[in-house]
């Protein structure tokens, strides 16, 4: 996104595109007030605007015909989103009113706004920082009511204040350090290296290797997991979709290989957004329709987080199954025995002993028996370790955060061990600096412009 100079002003419609209730045409610049006042007409006449207030009244474009009934509200500086004069005008939700009266604000002086300038003119002007304006992006994108709270907590910047806690302390190691370069010939040692190690160590590397755990669960928070469904033909699997969705998604017969081809859709399962995709079933076959239904199903086997290995209690567990979880062992598996009400419980017991170190969980899709104990067994497996972690967390990094918090880290285990080999000052006022530097690149102090185009590019035009 190109640089435009600020003395410009720019406007966009602010709502989603569609018929509704309300749409905003947003302006922000220099020239807001002033558009204001040529395209809106009060109902009761105003010698002038009073910031932050609505007004009822009519929209007219350059001939003075009226466009729309609307309220309007002029911002002023610097108590705006942008830190500039702002307009908003109220306008009803038709397509085309609103098309209208931007592209009389645009015809009045007005250019079009970029993908997210608007919450880049916040940061620029000093507003937010870029952890913030990421996190509008995420909260836009939110999936899930878990994913809007991390997205709400990072806008209220405490991923900020995190940083910025190790920042702190990273700018006092590095104010010592730089002392000790000032005076070398003092006869007190400045740099208490040991000292300085627990330092780093409590107040630099924990916090940062907190951080990373948070950013890889989330990932899973923001982004989901994408699951598939596999097994042999008539082993359950569009019976498990449906009963997973709570709808009749796909189509369920005794005939096997009814499903030929991926029905992928969405749930959720605590928090974590789930892409659920069912597949035809695995075996030797002859209708090449069928056999493009496999190759598609090994395809998104390949590429899942999670793998739903469906067996037939009442099938037992024979060579294609067992060939079948062979070639998932790269994946994280679960294996799922249905139809459970079918065989007693040593039957099953045999069953699960046919997958050593693997999760096993025994259901009934018809009965809709085992569901909530597999749902628990999924999340296990797609969290981790990170269970607790995943629920209470209240702020993560994303993956640009991650791979920067990760040279951070990694600057500060080399300092960690320059620090251990009393290496001169001011190698070490070196590797504090790049560190620095590093969380400087998160949060927009040393970002370059190349970069900031590409994150204010994700927004869309009039956020």
């Not at 607790?388 to 880290?409: F, G, K, V, W, Y």
Request: net charge negative.
């Amino acid at each position: 996104m190109a640089v435009h100079p600020a003395t410009d002003t720019i406007a966009a419609i602010a709502t989603a595109p569609g018929t509704g209730g309300i749409g905003i045409v947003r302006i922000s610049g220099p020239d807001a007030l002033s558009l204001l006042s040529t395209l809106f007409v009060p109902h009761r006449p105003q010698s002038s605007f009073i910031s932050h207030r609505l007004y009822y009244g009519r929209v007219v474009n350059e001939a003075g015909q009226v466009l729309d009934e609307a309220l309007a509200v002029y911002m002023r500086s610097p108590h705006t989103y942008t830190r500039e004069d702002v307009v908003e005008l109220h306008c009803h939700g038709s397509y085309m009113v609103l098309q209208e009266v931007l592209r009389t604000v645009f015809s009045l002086g007005a250019r079009p706004a970029q993908s997210g300038e608007f919450t880049k003119r916040a940061f620029l002007g000093g507003r937010i920082d870029l952890t913030r304006a990421e996190a509008v992006v995420d909260l836009l994108q939110a999936q899930t009511p878990k994913s809007a709270q991390l997205a709400a907590h990072q806008l209220q910047g405490e991923l900020f204040e995190r940083l910025e806690l190790i920042r702190d302390e990273l700018v006092n190691i590095l104010a010592l350090l730089e002392v000790a370069i000032d005076f070398p010939d003092e006869d007190v040692e400045i740099v208490q290296y040991e000292q300085v190690v627990l330092r780093l160590q409590s107040a630099v590397l924990l916090p940062l290797e907190q951080l990373l755990a948070m950013a890889d669960q989330g990932k899973i928070i923001r982004d989901g997991v994408k699951i598939v469904l596999a097994g042999r033909p008539n082993a359950g699997k569009s019976s498990l979709l449906n009963v997973l969705l709570r709808e009749e998604r796909a189509l369920v017969t005794p005939q096997p290989g009814t499903t030929r081809d991926t029905i992928e859709e969405r749930f959720v399962i605590r928090g974590i957004p789930v892409h659920l995709i069912d597949t035809a079933g695995i075996r030797q076959h002859q209708d090449p329709i069928e056999a493009m239904g496999i190759e598609r199903a090994r395809q998104k086997m390949r590429q899942a987080d999670l793998v739903l290995l469906l067996v037939d209690a009442s099938a037992g567990c024979a060579a294609p199954e067992r060939e079948l979880f062979q070639s998932i062992s790269d994946k994280p598996t679960i294996v799922v025995i249905n139809k459970c009400d079918l065989v007693d419980g040593h039957q099953v017991a045999n069953l699960a002993n046919s997958f050593p170190k693997n999760p096993v969980v025994p259901i009934s899709a018809k009965k809709q028996q085992g569901i909530s104990e597999l749902q628990e067994a999924i999340y296990q497996r797609v969290v981790g370790d990170g269970a607790d972690l995943c629920e209470q967390m209240t702020c993560a990094p994303n993956t640009r955060h991650r791979a920067i918090l990760t040279q951070t880290l990694t600057a500060g285990q080399r300092l960690e061990t320059a620090l251990r080999d009393h290496a001169p000052v001011d190698l070490l006022a070196i590797e504090v600096q790049s560190a620095l530097d590093y969380l400087g690149d998160i949060t927009g102090l040393t970002t370059t412009e190349d970069v900031l185009d590409v994150i204010f590019s994700k927004f869309c035009i009039g956020k």
